[in-house]
């Protein structure tokens, strides 16, 4: 069984700091990709950031310079450190693992969202 789960959001102010973590667990999938998606109500489900099992990432242009990926391959974990949040970062942020880049590849697994929300 595959599993996927996200720990670390909550509500914060603007301009400041949370750590998103998603630990995966199970066989018969790849974990060769993890990363980060996000939906705010309304809104299509979009990057975040990814990251491969060699380190390297893509990042969505909106998070460049505040967001950082990293993963321990050992633990299966991938993290996202979120700085200098912003209002416009409010959304439900989903984990993510499959063999590539990218949302659209129809092996990807996905883990069960946590609420970010950025507000004074």
């Known amino acids: 069984q595959v599993q996927l789960v996200e720990s670390g959001g909550g509500l914060v102010q603007p301009g400041g700091s949370l750590r998103l973590s998603c630990a995966a667990s199970?066989?018969?999938?790849?974990?060769?990709?993890m990363g980060w998606y996000r939906q705010a109500p309304g809104k299509q489900r979009e990057l975040v950031a990814e990251?491969?099992?060699?380190?390297?990432?893509n990042y969505a242009d909106s998070v460049k310079g505040r967001f950082t990926i990293s993963r321990d391959n050992a633990k299966n974990t991938v993290y996202l450190q979120m700085n200098s949040l912003k209002p416009e970062d409010t959304a439900v942020y989903y984990c993510?693992?499959?063999?590539?880049?990218?949302?659209?590849?129809?092996?990807?697994?996905w883990g069960q969202g946590t609420q970010v929300t950025v507000s004074s």
């Open positions: 993510k693992a499959g063999p590539r880049f990218g949302s659209s590849w129809r092996f990807n697994y």
């Open positions: 199970g066989s018969g999938f790849s974990t060769n990709v």
């Open positions: 990251i491969d099992n060699s380190g390297s990432t």
